[in-house]
């Protein structure tokens, strides 16, 4: 009768023991993942200041460049 308690206490332990690792591994995934969608936004960013500067420069020079690449920035973190 001891045995059975014992490989019922070992089949549990195995089991919570999977299930952390599971866990673990999710919560792995959930934070790569949210690492991509921080930088993709930063990247959005940058590439809409980038355009927003060079399209303000060609129409209104140093002070057209500032204006666009703010408007860039706005409009990259849409």
């Keep these: ?16 023991t ?3 690792k599971t866990l673990a ?11 991509g969608i921080k930088q993709q936004k930063k ?3 940058m590439s809409g200041a ?3 500067a060079m399209v303000g420069a060609s129409v209104g020079g140093p002070w ?3 204006i666009g690449a703010s408007v860039g920035l706005l409009a990259g973190s849409l």
């Design 1 to 16: 009768m001891s045995y059975s308690v014992m490989n019922a206490g070992n089949s549990t332990k195995s089991q919570a």
């Design 18 to 20: 999977k299930s952390l």
């Design 25 to 35: 591994d999710l919560e792995q995934n959930r934070d790569t993942t949210n690492k």
């Design 43 to 45: 990247n959005s960013q």
């Design 50 to 52: 980038a355009s927003g």
């Design 64 to 66: 057209g460049a500032v």
